[in-house]
Every structure is written in structure tokens, then in C-alpha cells.
């Protein structure tokens, strides 16, 4: 499954990938929307073969897992981390 992350939502004042508490997707095959907290998201594309993006077209980048303690998501682009993520508007 793949699903396109739309919106984030941080734990504190402080607005950074280590903060994002709870991302909002929508499916790519179903269009179904929903929101996953950073745990469940970290685990489904560390363990269970999910797949995230942010943008679309030609700006669609890859959402990666950053081996941090604790794990967090950043977008993965050219060889690069990115920032893409903390672009999103907030829910």
C-alpha cells in the first residue's frame, strides 16, 4: 500500500521531523483518508512494506525512516534528507 502524507501535526512548540506527532495520508489505490501516530507510521514502513510520499507529479518525494532514538520520518530525496515534511500545512 502506498499513501500520500498531507498534513502533520507537532507535539510542541517547536516545529521539526523529531516533533511531528501524528501524520495524515490518504490511500493512493482507494483514496481513503486517515491519521496515523509517528510509531505506527515508523513501524508500517520499517516492517510491514508501506510506502509514503509527500507531493505528486515531478515533486513527489519519498518518506524515509531516520535511525534516530527514537525513529522518526523525513522525506528522502536525490541522496538527501529533506525537508518536505515540515512543509505540510497542519491539522
Not at 502524507?5 to 490511500?27: A, C, F, L, M, P
Not at 513527489?60 to 525537508?83: C, E, F, I, M
Amino acid at each position: 500500500m502506498s499513501v500520500e502524507i498531507t498534513h502533520v501535526r507537532y507535539g510542541s512548540t517547536s516545529k521539526t521531523h523529531e516533533t511531528i506527532t501524528t501524520y495524515k495520508w490518504r490511500n493512493t489505490s482507494d483514496g481513503k483518508v486517515g491519521s496515523s501516530d509517528k510509531p505506527t507510521m515508523v513501524d508500517w514502513i520499517e516492517n510491514k512494506n508501506g510506502t509514503a510520499y509527500v507531493g505528486s507529479g515531478s515533486n513527489r518525494v519519498n518518506v524515509g525512516v531516520v535511525d534516530a532514538s527514537p525513529k522518526y520520518l523525513r522525506t528522502y530525496a536525490d541522496g538527501k534528507w529533506t525537508n518536505n515534511l515540515t512543509s505540510l500545512p497542519e491539522f
